[in-house]
């Protein structure tokens, strides 16, 4: 199974930047489906962004369209999430995680995800 682990949060003044890395160990990280999610507190798990496996197919919630850019480095087992313009209510803890590679469908809900990061805090001061 893939263990991910994140980095790259922080606090951050609104309208500022920031970029996420989750590092993946083994194998067949190169073959997962890899989205992004967060949590705030009181809040479920809300799915942000994905991409299959190649990293040429890329799939974003609303809430990230515009402002959110996944990518992936098969050779270095790492996906990233570089976001612009940060707004306070982008507060929470932010998830990487793994799943399959449905070949094209794509997986919002935290349930068809099988290996999970430990999460990184980021805070967005207004």
């Known amino acids: 199974q893939v263990q991910l682990v994140e980095s790259g949060g922080g606090l951050v003044q609104a309208g500022g930047s920031l970029r996420l890395s989750c590092a993946g160990s083994?194998?067949?990280?190169?073959?997962?489906?890899m989205a992004w999610f967060r949590q705030a507190p009181g809040k479920e798990r809300e799915f942000l962004a994905g991409?299959?496996?190649?990293?040429?197919?890329?799939y974003y919630e609303d809430s990230a369209k515009g402002r959110f850019t996944i990518s992936r480095d098969n050779a270095k087992n790492t996906v990233y999430l570089q976001m612009n313009n940060l707004k306070p209510e982008d507060t929470a803890v932010y998830y990487c995680?793994?799943?399959?590679?449905?070949?094209?469908?794509?997986?919002?809900?935290?349930?068809?995800?099988?290996?999970w990061g430990q999460g990184t805090q980021v805070t967005v001061s207004s």
């Open positions: 995680a793994a799943g399959l590679d449905l070949g094209g469908l794509v997986s919002t809900t935290p349930e068809m995800y099988d290996a």
């Open positions: 083994g194998d067949t990280f190169s073959t997962h489906y």
């Open positions: 991409v299959n496996w190649s990293g040429e197919s890329t």
